[in-house]
């Protein structure tokens, strides 16, 4: 069965001007949508707020998925800070929690396994996605960490497939869609455009990438997840358009 979420960049200007997520949380409900994705940079750091953004998705029927900007592999460990984002996950009443692989190039096979260990319980699962950066998200790293998980046989760890971002690391997204689709069960989904020599993102039916398409390369998604800033009635129409396509 399906999970259609709203990241909550969608609400670029309320969190810009300050607005708690834990204010959002009934717009993605209005909107029709049945999960919301936190992002992490957007939060107070208080226990409280994300407290508060779990008891208001859980009024509401809501799951809540947990996107932190930051990177699973540092140097040659797994990040100190990931026990860190797993506690919070919790307190939001979330298992999905999203990170970055980062560089695989100073990190032993043994030592990403044995801190993948530690903190994997059963009882969440870790998505990592593409960023726009070569450094965390190259289509080689993806592969390579995958190639890992794969042979020592990790549940709880899958991808999320964000189909604009490969613009931004000029790689071909039907390659990448190609090689990560047997990984992948969360789309992100968003468009994206050159104004003038500029990438920016976009609404999907407002931007170059034919989205339909790519969405039928990955027979394993069951997470759609709309990750751009727009208005509601774009949002809305969207979401729509999205559930037609993964019927």
Same mark, same amino acid.
């Given at each position: 069965?399906?999970?259609? +979420? #709203?990241?909550?960049?969608?609400?670029k200007k309320?969190l810009d001007?300050?607005v708690?997520?834990s204010?959002? %949380?009934?717009? +993605?409900?209005?909107l029709?949508f !049945?999960?919301?994705?936190?992002?992490?940079?957007?939060?107070?750091?208080?226990?409280?707020?994300? #407290?508060?953004?779990?008891?208001?998705?859980? =009024?509401?029927?809501?799951?809540?998925f947990?996107?932190v900007n930051?990177?699973?592999?540092t140097?040659?460990?797994?990040n100190? =800070?990931a026990?860190?984002y797993v506690?919070?996950?919790?307190?939001?009443n979330?298992?999905?929690? =999203?990170l970055?692989?980062?560089s695989?190039s100073d990190i032993s096979?043994e030592?990403?396994?044995?801190g $993948?260990?530690?903190?994997? !319980?059963g009882?969440?699962? *870790?998505?990592?996605?593409?960023?726009?950066?070569?450094? !965390?998200?190259?289509l080689?790293?993806?592969?390579?960490?995958?190639?890992?998980?794969?042979?020592?046989? *990790?549940?709880?760890?899958?991808?999320?497939?964000?189909?604009?971002?490969?613009?931004?690391?000029?790689?071909d %997204?039907d390659?990448a869609?190609? !090689?990560?689709?047997?990984?992948?069960?969360? #789309?992100h #989904? =968003?468009n994206?455009?050159?104004?003038?020599?500029?990438?920016?993102?976009? @609404?999907?039916?407002?931007?170059d $990438?034919?989205?339909?398409?790519?969405i039928?390369?990955? @027979?394993f998604a069951?997470d759609f997840?709309?990750?751009?800033?727009g208005?509601?009635?774009t *949002?809305a129409n969207?979401?729509?358009l999205?559930?037609e396509?993964?019927?």
């Amino acid at each position: 069965m399906s999970t259609y +979420v #709203l990241n909550t960049i969608a609400f670029k200007k309320d969190l810009d001007n300050g607005v708690s997520q834990s204010r959002l %949380v009934e717009k +993605v409900k209005q909107l029709g949508f !049945d999960a919301i994705e936190i992002r992490n940079e957007f939060l107070n750091g208080s226990k409280n707020e994300r #407290l508060a953004i779990a008891k208001e998705a859980q =009024k509401l029927g809501l799951e809540v998925f947990y996107s932190v900007n930051d990177v699973l592999v540092t140097g040659d460990h797994l990040n100190n =800070k990931a026990l860190d984002y797993v506690t919070e996950m919790r307190e939001l009443n979330s298992s999905h929690l =999203k990170l970055n692989i980062g560089s695989l190039s100073d990190i032993s096979k043994e030592e990403l396994l044995k801190g $993948l260990a530690a903190i994997l !319980d059963g009882q969440f699962e *870790i998505a990592v996605e593409n960023n726009q950066t070569l450094a !965390d998200s190259s289509l080689a790293i993806t592969k390579k960490f995958f190639e890992i998980i794969q042979d020592a046989g *990790i549940k709880d760890i899958h991808y999320c497939f964000d189909i604009a971002n490969w613009i931004w690391l000029d790689t071909d %997204v039907d390659q990448a869609a190609d !090689d990560l689709k047997q990984f992948t069960t969360y #789309l992100h #989904l =968003k468009n994206a455009v050159r104004d003038q020599g500029e990438l920016k993102t976009v @609404p999907l039916e407002d931007g170059d $990438l034919n989205w339909r398409a790519l969405i039928k390369k990955f @027979p394993f998604a069951y997470d759609f997840g709309l990750e751009y800033a727009g208005n509601a009635e774009t *949002i809305a129409n969207e979401l729509g358009l999205v559930k037609e396509a993964t019927k």
